[in-house]
Structures are given as C-alpha cells and as structure tokens.
C-alpha cells in the first residue's frame, strides 16, 4: 500500500509538472506578434513553475520617441499589485507583534470618520466604508503633483465614509494609502524601505522597487493608451498610491514573489490562509482566479496607461504575470490564452479584423445609454472616424465594427450590438447579457 500511494504521489506530481514543460512557445510568440501587429498590446509576460522560468516574451515599445524595445527585464508599473506586496507586509508586522488585526485606526487617525469601527483587517478586505478617493471627479486633476501625508489624510477625511464598516465590500485605494502610512508609523522607515528589507532583499526581486520619476535609462517604460495611435500617458506622483499602486516590477520578479509568497518564505501559513479567505469576492490583498477546475490567487493592477495581472496556482506551483505600458486589449483574455498554453488546451490566435463604416453610418451611434439595474452609463461619441466608449467616469477608448451594427471593446472584452429601431445596446461579457437604453 505504501508502495501504491508513493507511485501515485509521483505520477500526480509527474502530470502536473507535465503541463507547463509541454508550453508550445511557437504558438504563444504567434499569439504576441498577432497583438503587437494589431496595436492591442505593449508589454512582457511570464510564466514560471517551480522556481523555474519556462517563458517569457515583450512586445511592443518601452518609448515611442526613442523606438526603444523593451526586454524581459524592462521595469513597469503594476498598479494595485502593489496591494500584495502591503498585505504581505502588514502581516509581517504582526508576525512581529507590532500590529494586530484587530487594531483600531483611530489609534492612528482618529479623524476618519468611523475610525473606532474600522480595525486593520476591514481596510485589508476593503470593508472599511472609506471613500476611495481616486474616483473623485477632481482626482485626475492633481494626481500628477506630489502630495504629504497630510495633504492625503485630508482628502480621505473629506471623502468620508460610503457605508457602515462590515456591513459589505467596497475598492478603495484610501484603505491601502492608509495602511501605507501605518506601517511608516510601526517601522519609523519609508515604505520603499520597508519594502525593500521585508520582501524584494530577502527573496532577491533585483527589479521590484517604489517607483519615483519614470527613468528610462533604468530599462523603466513610459505607458501610453490607444485611440487611433498609441498616446503617452502623464505621470501620477507615486506620493500618492504608496502602497496601493506605486510599485515597479517585472513580470519574472512577480513570479517569484507569487512562488516565494505561497511557497512559505514571507509570511506564515496562517497568515497566507487569512489572505485567501474570500468574503464577498474580496481576500486581503488577493483576488480568486479559478481556471476550470484550478483554483488560483492574484491580483490586478492599473496606473495611467499602465495594466497588470499576476496569478499562482498551488495545487501545479505554476505562476503566470503580465505587465503592460499600453493595453488595447482584455488582459484577462492574455491570461487565459497563457493558461490554455500551460494546461495544454488550445491557443486561439484572435481574428481583428474590422469592416469599415461610413461616416454616416457612423452618425446614428453616439448617445448615453443606461442600465439601471447595474447602475451603469455608456457614453458613446464618434472621433477621427471611429466609435468610442466611456463607461461611467472611465477613460474613453475606441470599438470596433466587426458587422453591420455589432462592435467589440476589446479592452474590456464586451461586444456591443446595437438595436436603432429600439434605441438600445445589448452588451455581451463575461457570460452576462446586459440591455443599455438610450437616453
């Protein structure tokens, strides 16, 4: 019997390692020359298993100006990836009794409204009720100048609260601006030096920092968004997201901190299962990311032009990261295609073809168009020629005809039919149909 569970222990082993070794990498540089030639994606991908790098490719521009290529070590921003790398942290301070989960935030900021209700774990799994201060109408408007910790402070204080604490879930930056400074408070040291003697020294990230200016002499990368050229972003001063967004890495260096996080080396066990624990779609600093009939763990990101998304599958130690500077493109369909390679199911090279459409034509789509059971606005304008959409406050960004009356957002990877006799859109994604009416 022993005999029998020993061999059965290697050949469930043997299968899972077995998946990732057999990544047809031709097939993958087709799919990546097929977005890089369509102008749906810049930026580089990994994946990993074991410890060991099976593929990694970077497409696109690091600068547009200079035509400079990126490399597998070209530096991107990740946007509220970043949320991982503060959990982990957070949870190193009470590993080392010098916070609690329980711990009140009036013991810090007592002008929060709510803030004797409001422990450390409801800011980790956004159940705080605190107002995320980016989706502030004005926040574009000053995100490029450098703010204090007070100046920050204060607008999450006159952002207020958005619910009782623990009573749902809510994305908030402020809550992990918030814990930023916290940790600030406990190590009376900078967060880029926290988060280099905590993490990135101790698991060797030679290319994970807290980003400042873009620097390209540093392999860094400028990000840029599409309508019909690809266009430089502005800068948001990392002053402001801290721990919530201001991260640099590489898809490799995501990699290894997916394998060094759940492989035991940053933070405890128990402390890695109350990351994973999911309450209404929300862990602490860990999203769920089921594949068939996988289950994996990560996070998104996104800053300016900038996108991301890592995820780590326990069950094959196998670990997928995306980093992009300029993304026309779903990056969930990126992910998934990379999955389909690892798992040996088939890669779809995408079909982008378009049909042209009259500018007449053109002239009986644009309107508002609302759904009030998601509580959601489509705008849709013309410019240049082309169909642009805006969903609520969001940046606008371009569709594409496919038939008479039927466009895809490949951003977001909806397709739109529109129904002029009823004045409607009908919006497919993910599974779900949603009807928009014009207004």
């Given at each position: 019997?022993?005999?029998?569970l ?10 899972s390692?077995?998946?990732?070794q057999n ?6 540089d ?8 369509s ?23 690091a ?5 400079t290529r990126p490399?597998?070590d070209t530096k991107?921003?990740?946007?509220s990836?970043s949320?991982?790398f503060t959990?982990?942290?957070v949870f190193?301070?009470i590993e080392e009794?010098?916070?609690s ?9 007592p ?7 409001i422990?450390i ?5 956004h159940r ?6 980016t ?7 000053w ?6 910790e ?6 999450i204080v006159?952002?207020?609260?958005d619910?009782?604490p ?7 930056n ?15 040291k ?5 988060l ?11 290319n994970?920092?807290f ?9 860094e990368t400028?990000s840029?968004?599409?309508t ?5 972003e502005a ?8 721990g919530a967004g201001?991260?640099v890495?590489?898809p490799?260096?995501?990699t290894?901190?997916?394998?060094a ?15 994973e ?5 929300f862990g602490?600093g860990l999203?769920k990311?089921?594949?068939n ?9 996104g ?6 998304v ?25 992910l998934i ?8 199911k088939?890669?779809?090279i ?7 459409v009259?500018?007449q034509?053109?002239?009986?789509y ?9 509580a959601?606005k489509?705008?849709i ?7 642009m ?12 005809a ?10 977001i990877?909806a ?16 599974g ?6 014009k207004?």
């Open positions: 019997m022993y005999k029998r020993i061999a059965a222990i290697i050949i469930g082993f043997s299968l390692f077995s998946y990732a990544i047809d990498k031709h097939k993958l087709d799919y990546f020359k097929a977005l890089e030639d102008h749906k994606f810049m930026g580089s991908a990994a994946i990993s298993q074991n410890g060991e790098l099976l593929y990694t490719k970077a497409i696109g521009y600068d547009m100006e200079t035509h490399n597998k991107y921003r990740i946007g990836i949320k991982t959990t982990v942290l190193k301070a009794k010098k916070l989960l329980a711990e009140s935030l009036y013991e810090f900021f002008a929060i409204k709510n803030s004797h209700k422990t774990a409801l800011l980790l799994s705080s009720g605190i107002h995320n201060f989706s502030n109408d004005d926040y574009e408007k995100n490029t100048t450098k703010k204090s007070k100046e920050l402070v204060d607008i006159k952002g207020g609260s619910f009782e623990d009573s749902k879930a809510s994305y908030s402020s809550n992990f601006v918030l814990l930023s400074f916290i940790l600030q408070k406990i190590y009376k900078e967060y880029a030096n926290i280099k003697e905590k993490i990135t020294n101790p698991i060797g990230l030679k994970t920092f980003g400042g200016k873009i620097n390209l002499k540093d392999n400028n840029y968004r599409f019909t050229t690809w266009k430089k800068e948001t001063d990392m002053s402001i997201p801290l201001a991260i890495s590489t490799t260096d995501l290894k901190f997916a394998e996080l759940f492989g035991g080396r940053l933070i405890s066990t128990k402390s890695l299962a109350q990351m624990t999911i309450k209404d779609n602490m999203f990311f089921p594949f009939d996988k289950t994996g763990f990560g996070h998104t990101g800053i300016d032009g900038f996108s991301s890592y995820a780590y599958y326990p069950s094959d130690k196998i670990a997928v990261a995306i980093t992009s500077n300029g993304s026309n493109y779903d990056n969930n369909g990126i295609t990379l999955l389909n390679s690892v798992y040996n088939p890669v779809i995408p079909d982008f073809s378009t049909i042209e009259s500018d034509d053109l002239n009986q644009p309107g508002i168009y609302t759904n009030k059971e998601v959601a489509l705008t304008t013309k410019s240049d020629k082309l169909l959409i805006q969903l609520n406050s969001q940046p606008a960004f371009p569709l594409e496919k038939q008479k009356d039927k466009f895809t957002a490949e951003r990877g397709i739109l039919d529109f129904d002029l006799p009823k004045k409607q859109i009908i919006v497919k994604r993910g779900g149909t949603f009807i928009f009416n207004e």
